[in-house]
């Protein structure tokens, strides 16, 4: 495969999102997911953006996603969970999130997301940066993974070479609007239960505060193949 690394994301975008059949954004409506968002409207307006509503999320996020679907007319698509939270509670006890996260993401994120991925989603465009965490350090712009099924799929991150700083500094430059959360601290955010305030300068650092956890899932789930 072409080394796509010095591309930029607009470029990027523009390289993969046209001869697509079915690309989609997933987006946790972060700051990365507003910058994606910003460049691939402009390619394809009704491109799918994918909310994995697990029925946990911040109320400021649920607002954010139905204010930018607004705003900017988004194809927004919640994919939700096949167990309600009171089905799960009732199949595996309350509270799952602090007894077994990795159950509870894999039930809540992981599935929902592949049984997506299966129906005809040939392009997987995410806001992952190297320098959010060790497991995303080695990140490449291009991907190629297999879903459990065996399917492979192109995945996308155009943002991978970016810093936070420079996340900020296109926001700004481009008076993009941003997730509230952001202005009470947060640095990153997926669902409340899993949820505080960063702990150290690392912006992750709040996510599974306490336990050894560094991803959901959504993004391990796949196994990527070596290029």
Not at 33 to 52: G, N, Q, R, T, Y
Request: aromatic share 10%; proline share 6%; glycine share 4%.
């Amino acid at each position: 495969m072409k080394d796509y690394e010095s591309y930029s994301p607009q470029r990027l975008l523009e390289k993969f999102i046209l001869p697509a059949s079915r690309p989609i954004i997933t987006s946790s409506f972060s700051i990365n997911s507003v910058v994606i968002l910003s460049m691939a409207l402009k390619i394809k307006p009704d491109i799918e953006v994918v909310l994995i509503d697990t029925g946990l999320l911040f109320k400021e996020t649920y607002e954010f996603a139905e204010y930018l679907k607004g705003k900017w007319n988004i194809n927004l698509i919640f994919v939700k969970p096949a167990l309600s939270l009171e089905e799960q509670d009732k199949k595996y006890g309350k509270e799952l999130w602090n007894r077994d996260p990795d159950l509870c993401c894999s039930l809540r994120k992981v599935a929902p997301l592949d049984k997506f991925l299966e129906d005809g989603v040939d392009l997987w465009i995410t806001g992952m940066r190297r320098d959010q965490s060790p497991t995303r350090k080695n990140l490449r712009k291009v991907e190629i993974h297999r879903l459990p099924s065996g399917k492979r799929i192109t995945k996308l991150a155009p943002l991978a070479d970016w810093d936070r700083k420079k996340v900020w500094n296109y926001v700004f430059k481009n008076k993009l609007p941003y997730n509230p959360l952001y202005d009470k601290g947060y640095t990153s955010f997926g669902c409340v239960p899993c949820t505080s305030l960063p702990i150290s300068d690392d912006e992750r650092s709040g996510r599974w505060t306490g336990k050894k956890k560094l991803e959901c899932g959504i993004h391990t789930f796949t196994e990527k193949e070596e290029i």
